[in-house]
């Protein structure tokens, strides 16, 4: 089971409802952290999360409503005694500027940090993208049953939309094992591994006794204005967490601030054939009312949401 928990929802200036962003994805032992606003850490105890327990945090740019609780996170993993690597990873430009932001004299450590920085770098040039160069979403982590994708997006500096991606497991096919009758034990292990097997002289492949479950993929689109290479990246995603920064009467401030709108957000949803929508990063002037931010999305995507903060949702 995949859990995500809306640790902030809030655009470039809190309120006392939604707090700066932050979103974490929980899965098997890994806590991954996309994103760390202001305040992140007081949500986690909030959400009644240890926050020492991320193992990863994906940062998607630089601007501080995404990273200026990076320092106070730190400190904290500092004093409980965090011991393991803390994988960060961020686009282009990501190391020296968290490199030159950890060398506070105030943020102390006694572990390992390893910044990579990841996702296409093509997409991010004036040049390209005039010239409407689509690059790949890059897978840069791998698991045995998870992996990691980024992507550029377009929001003034380097920025990436990120893609967690559970692989579908092989299955047996308990119709056909029935009818196979071979018997349960070591030799059904070898077929759930792909591997073909031989029982009483026959031979058994894998291929015909067995299934794959599709690929599940949870994917983040935050802070980018619309390109080319969201809906291909985000493509078949069993949940869609995307920007939501303006309506559609802002589209213009929306296009000129490299942001998204509602509607927009539902047009990736449904071009890209994902299964639910949450929209998050809701700006300050939408607080005491998102009935029409989550109208203007459902109009073209019917399965959406908007993300409250401390809100979870498995997948
Ligand atoms: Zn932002
Ligand atoms: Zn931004």
Do not use: W
Not at 1 to 15: C, D, H, Y
Not at 37 to 42: A, F, K, M, S, W
Not at 185 to 206: Q, R
Not at 274 to 300: C, N
């Amino acid at each position: 089971m995949v859990k995500i928990t809306f640790l902030g929802t809030s655009a470039q200036i809190p309120t006392a409802r939604r707090n700066h962003p932050a979103v974490l994805l929980t899965y098997e032992g890994e806590n991954i952290l996309v994103d760390c606003g202001e305040g992140t850490q007081r949500q986690f105890r909030k959400s009644k999360l240890n926050p020492c327990k991320v193992t990863r945090i994906l940062i998607t740019h630089r601007h501080g409503d995404h990273v200026f609780g990076l320092p106070g996170l730190i400190s904290t993993f500092d004093l409980s005694g965090y011991n393991r690597t803390l994988y960060i990873y961020g686009p282009r430009g990501i190391k020296k500027f968290l490199d030159e932001f950890l060398a506070l004299k105030y943020v102390k450590r006694n572990f390992q940090i390893k910044i990579e920085e990841v996702g296409g770098t093509q997409g991010c040039t004036p040049n390209n993208i005039q010239k409407n160069i689509v690059t790949r979403g890059r897978k840069f982590f791998e698991a045995k049953d998870f992996y990691l994708e980024a992507e550029s997006m377009e929001h003034g500096i380097p920025t990436n939309a990120y893609a967690f991606v559970k692989k579908g497991q092989r299955r047996i096919d308990r119709a056909k094992l029935k009818k196979s009758k071979l018997p349960s034990g070591p030799l059904l292990k070898k077929l759930k591994e792909g591997k073909d097997i031989s029982y009483e002289g026959k031979k058994y492949l894998a291929k015909n006794l067995t299934y794959s479950e599709p690929d599940r993929k949870v994917s983040f689109v935050i802070d980018t204005g619309m390109n080319k290479r969201i809906i291909p990246f985000v493509k078949d995603s069993e949940l869609l967490v995307c920007e939501s920064s303006y309506d559609e009467k802002l589209l213009k401030k929306a296009d000129e601030h490299l942001h998204l709108t509602a509607k927009q957000a539902g047009e990736i949803a449904k071009k890209s054939k994902s299964k639910k929508l949450i929209l998050t990063h809701i700006s300050q002037r939408y607080d005491k009312d998102i009935k029409g931010l989550l109208a203007e999305a459902k109009k073209v995507f019917k399965n959406s949401s908007v993300a409250e903060d401390l809100d979870s949702v498995e997948v």
